[in-house]
């Protein structure tokens, strides 16, 4: 068990260092809007960015919606005040 969670929490660690880095390239580069197909995991992490953009010093509102285009479900992040 003590494995489990150390490995766990380095998993943590390593996720949320990879949701900064998005958020940060978001932010600096002024990226307006990001569209991925809509799978679980592609929602969670877009999500998890909306969290972090919200708990900046100076907070970046998003919208998070899920839409239909052609047959396919996708999800887009879209920053509202950049």
Same mark, same amino acid.
């Given at each position: 068990m003590h494995d489990y969670i150390i490995q766990r929490s380095i998993n943590k660690s390593v996720y949320y260092c990879a949701v900064n880095s998005l958020a940060n390239e978001l932010e600096d580069d002024k990226i307006s809007y990001i569209v991925a197909?809509? !799978?679980?995991? !592609?929602?969670h992490v877009l999500h998890s960015v909306q969290g972090v953009l919200l708990q900046r010093k100076l907070p970046i509102d998003t919208k998070l919606d899920i839409y239909q285009e052609d047959g396919k479900l996708l999800v887009k992040l879209q920053v509202i005040n950049l």
């Open positions: 197909p809509m !799978f679980q995991k !592609f929602a």
